[in-house]
T-cell receptor
Framework: GQSLEQPSEVTAVEGAIVQINCTYQTSGFYGLSWYQQHDGGAPTFLSYNALDGLEETGRFSSFLSRSDSYGYLLLQELQMKDSASYFCAVRSGYSGAGSYQLTFGKGTKLSVIP | ETGVTQTPRHLVMGMTNKKSLKCEQHLGHNAMYWYKQSAKKPLELMFVYSLEERVENNSVPSRFSPECPNSSHLFLHLHTLQPEDSALYLC????????????FGSGTRLTVV
């Protein structure tokens, strides 16, 4: 089966750095994605790692180690607006032209406090 | 707005009702998806449509019936639902470039009474 593990909740102070880990066990692997979802809102795409290493996009970075089936999302200079749920997702299959399967973790609720 | 619009935002229905959820995207994407989001559970893939053909049905009960009349519209027809079907139903679309991810709508919050 497919499973992704990530912490259910994390609390961090405004201005600090926080790392959200994700380990996965999937029958297929093409890459690891991260999504952000504010309460009542749509999940929004943050990053995608297909190869080992660190990808940086502004204050957010994402890391992948395929040999360890592990990745993390790093958020720097935390702001109050970063309070949200963060989901890791594995691209585990290809369903046809333009489509691909994503298997999601349960999400990590990040609370940023003053 | 994300470019993917879902209506209605909220829906309350009885177990004997028939209703439909609508999803619309004008991003030029050629794949569309339905996901179910329940509290404390991962997003669950329900259906995948690629170029208007259903390419994935993830063992979803027949009381959920998808329809994709064209590449911009996706429906989820609901009938004789159960209270455990109460959840947030999310529509998403994608293009071939995986690095851009899915674009999700804001979802329909469904309550079955």
């Amino acid at each position: 089966g497919q499973s992704l593990e990530q912490p259910s909740e994390v609390t961090a102070v405004e201005g600090a750095i926080v790392q959200i880990n994700c380990t996965y066990q999937t029958s297929g692997f093409y890459g690891l994605s991260w999504y952000q979802q504010h309460d009542g809102g749509a999940p929004t795409f943050l990053s995608y790692n297909a190869l080992d290493g660190l990808e940086e996009t502004g204050r957010f970075s994402s890391f992948l180690s395929r040999s360890d089936s592990y990745g993390y999302l790093l958020l720097q200079e935390l702001q109050m607006k970063d309070s949200a749920s963060y989901f890791c997702a594995v691209r585990s299959g290809y369903s046809g032209a333009g489509s691909y399967q994503l298997t999601f973790g349960k999400g990590t609720k990040l609370s940023v406090i003053p | 707005e994300t470019g993917v619009t879902q209506t209605p935002r909220h829906l309350v229905m009885g177990m004997t009702n028939k209703k439909s959820l609508k999803c619309e995207q004008h991003l030029g994407h050629n794949a569309m998806y339905w996901y179910k989001q329940s509290a404390k559970k991962p997003l669950e893939l329900m259906f995948v449509y690629s170029l208007e053909e259903r390419v994935e049905n993830n063992s979803v009960p027949s009381r959920f019936s998808p329809e994709c009349p064209n590449s911009s519209h996706l429906f989820l027809h609901l009938h004789t639902l159960q209270p455990e079907d109460s959840a947030l139903y999310l529509c998403a679309s994608s293009q071939g470039e995986v690095g851009y991810g899915y674009t999700f709508g804001s979802g329909t919050r469904l309550t079955v009474v």
